[in-house]
């Protein structure tokens, strides 16, 4: 695995669904309060353990998993958040446990608790950079409700760009981006290094009725991704929602004994348009990172089962454990001149084991024998999984961080989710399906 430049680390963590409402008892006491006394309101709560499985982050589990990853990547300048950072809810909770129903006292609560995360995390990394994203809970009107001019772009964006930006140029790049459709790009080492290039992909979910929009910011993506060509810039490009399957709703079917036809988590639409950039600028994309499934996966990037992938979507596992899944986080290790991945080191905490604590829970090249820096490694990883027993084990413990739930891969779904890994289009998805059906 050859390199071409220094080797450097950023930290990946998504789907936090942070939940304020998680001891009920305490809810009127924020909403009343300034954000600035929510710690210690938190600390002097008497609910002090982690959340469940099915239930999203409490304080503890959230306090917890900062702490870990401040240990763990204290030296990493720049952090990943590829969304999802209110609970499931969070719109009918609010009313219900303070009594008020009305906008401008949810707007407030919206606004303290991403404040609140914000500096819960500004505090153990003062000096990184965090990409911050949209996620489908990330929004004042409710899930999927994102829309340009969204409220919560204008409720959030000083406190992101204060705490987690760290030039004028990269704020005022954010505040402009960010504040009307919650997407934006940075170039934080000037025309000359790394872009990103953070997404708003909710109104591409076939639960949006942003269709507009979402035609607009493909738009946008495009010009970013020829402007970044033309400057032989890479790219990185983080978003919350992956290409391809929904392979859990897939995969429930398939326990079931129902071979579903393929749903995707995108709009097919704008699935396709998406991965067809992904695909025409994949020499200038350097690295795709997503949340949303609350899974550690990784999705290949081409448009049809014959075509070998040319891209790599990283899927971060959640911090939530709403899914049955024990929370994790990841640290992934990168060539600083070509801005490939090499490899990652994902953490999780045993929620089923008390007292464990959070730890290295495997080195994805040590476990599968290959890192992440080519299409050769991903397809050698990729087939190990469909052929290869101890690789296939491997994967179906990971996937939810080795939590023994009913959200566990088994002999019967992991076809399922091999397919999502492997196809990112319906039209891939269902080719490979037939041949595997078939073999």
Same mark, same amino acid.
């Given at each position: 695995?050859?390199?071409?430049?220094?080797?450097?680390?950023?930290?990946?963590?998504?789907?936090?669904?942070?939940?304020?409402?998680?001891?009920?008892?305490?809810?009127?006491?924020?909403?009343?309060?300034?954000?600035? *006394?929510?710690?210690?309101?938190?600390?002097?709560?008497?609910?002090?353990?982690?959340?469940?499985?099915?239930?999203? &982050?409490?304080?503890?589990?959230?306090?917890?998993?900062?702490?870990?990853?401040?240990?763990?990547?204290?030296?990493?300048?720049?952090?990943?958040?590829?969304?999802?950072?209110?609970?499931?809810?969070? !719109?009918?909770?609010?009313?219900?446990?303070?009594?008020?129903?009305?906008?401008?006292?949810?707007?407030?609560?919206? *606004?303290? &608790?991403? &404040?609140?995360?914000?500096?819960?995390?500004? +505090?153990?990394?003062?000096?990184?950079?965090?990409? !911050?994203?949209?996620?489908?809970?990330?929004?004042?009107?409710?899930?999927?409700?994102?829309?340009?001019?969204?409220? $919560?772009?204008?409720?959030?964006?000083?406190?992101?760009?204060?705490?987690?930006?760290?030039?004028?140029?990269?704020?005022?790049?954010?505040?402009?981006?960010? +504040?009307?459709?919650? $997407?934006?790009?940075?170039?934080?080492?000037?025309?000359?290094?790394?872009?990103?290039?953070?997404?708003?992909?909710?109104?591409?979910?076939?639960?949006?009725?942003?269709?507009?929009?979402?035609?607009?910011?493909?738009?946008?993506?495009?010009?970013?991704?020829?402007?970044?060509?033309?400057?032989? *810039?890479?790219?990185?490009?983080?978003?919350?929602?992956?290409?391809?399957?929904?392979?859990?709703?897939?995969?429930?079917?398939?326990?079931?004994?129902?071979?579903?036809?393929?749903?995707?988590?995108?709009?097919?639409?704008? #699935?396709?348009?998406?991965?067809?950039?992904?695909?025409?600028?994949?020499?200038?994309?350097?690295?795709?990172?997503?949340?949303?499934?609350?899974?550690?996966?990784?999705?290949?990037?081409?448009?049809?089962?014959?075509?070998?992938?040319?891209?790599?979507?990283?899927?971060?596992?959640?911090?939530?454990?709403?899914?049955?899944? #024990?929370?994790?986080?990841?640290?992934?290790? $990168?060539?600083?001149?070509?801005?490939?991945?090499?490899?990652?080191?994902?953490?999780?905490?045993?929620?089923?084991?008390?007292? +464990?604590? !959070?730890?290295?829970?495997?080195?994805?090249?040590?476990?599968?024998?290959?890192?992440?820096?080519?299409?050769?490694?991903?397809?050698?990883?990729?087939?190990?999984?469909?052929?290869?027993?101890?690789?296939?084990?491997?994967?179906?413990?990971?996937?939810?961080? *080795?939590?023994?739930?009913?959200?566990?891969?088994?002999?019967?779904?992991?076809?399922?989710? !091999?397919?999502?890994?492997?196809?990112? &289009?319906?039209?891939?998805?269902?080719?490979?399906?037939?041949?595997?059906?078939?073999?």
């Amino acid at each position: 695995m050859a390199t071409t430049g220094a080797t450097g680390s950023v930290l990946v963590f998504s789907d936090v669904h942070f939940d304020p409402f998680a001891d009920q008892a305490l809810v009127p006491a924020l909403a009343a309060a300034d954000v600035s *006394q929510w710690k210690s309101l938190f600390a002097a709560s008497g609910q002090t353990a982690f959340s469940a499985y099915g239930t999203d &982050t409490d304080y503890s589990l959230f306090e917890s998993a900062l702490d870990s990853m401040a240990r763990t990547a204290s030296g990493v300048d720049l952090i990943i958040f590829p969304g999802d950072a209110l609970a499931h809810g969070f !719109w009918s909770k609010y009313p219900a446990l303070t009594g008020d129903a009305s906008e401008a006292g949810l707007e407030s609560f919206i *606004q303290k &608790t991403v &404040t609140f995360f914000v500096g819960e995390v500004d +505090s153990r990394f003062p000096d990184a950079t965090v990409l !911050w994203t949209i996620g489908n809970n990330d929004s004042a009107d409710g899930d999927y409700k994102s829309a340009p001019g969204d409220a $919560y772009f204008s409720l959030t964006a000083p406190a992101v760009a204060s705490a987690f930006l760290g030039n004028d140029a990269d704020r005022a790049a954010f505040l402009t981006g960010y +504040s009307q459709g919650g $997407y934006y790009a940075l170039e934080p080492d000037g025309p000359t290094g790394i872009r990103y290039v953070v997404l708003n992909d909710i109104y591409w979910s076939e639960k949006s009725e942003e269709t507009a929009a979402g035609v607009m910011e493909l738009a946008w993506f495009a010009g970013e991704l020829a402007d970044a060509a033309r400057d032989f *810039q890479k790219v990185w490009v983080v978003t919350h929602i992956p290409v391809g399957a929904d392979a859990k709703s897939l995969a429930d079917k398939a326990e079931a004994g129902d071979a579903a036809a393929y749903k995707g988590l995108l709009a097919d639409g704008f #699935n396709n348009a998406f991965v067809a950039l992904e695909t025409a600028y994949s020499a200038t994309i350097a690295a795709t990172f997503t949340g949303h499934t609350h899974r550690d996966e990784f999705r290949l990037v081409s448009f049809d089962a014959a075509t070998a992938p040319t891209e790599l979507t990283s899927v971060s596992l959640s911090i939530s454990p709403v899914d049955s899944n #024990n929370p994790g986080y990841e640290i992934y290790a $990168y060539d600083t001149a070509s801005g490939d991945l090499l490899d990652k080191a994902t953490y999780s905490l045993d929620l089923a084991a008390p007292g +464990s604590g !959070w730890s290295l829970e495997y080195d994805f090249a040590a476990v599968y024998g290959h890192g992440l820096a080519t299409a050769g490694d991903w397809l050698t990883v990729a087939g190990g999984v469909l052929l290869d027993p101890v690789s296939r084990a491997a994967y179906a413990d990971y996937y939810t961080a *080795q939590a023994d739930t009913d959200a566990a891969v088994s002999a019967q779904t992991l076809p399922v989710y !091999w397919l999502a890994m492997t196809n990112a &289009t319906s039209s891939g998805y269902a080719a490979a399906s037939s041949l595997l059906a078939a073999s």
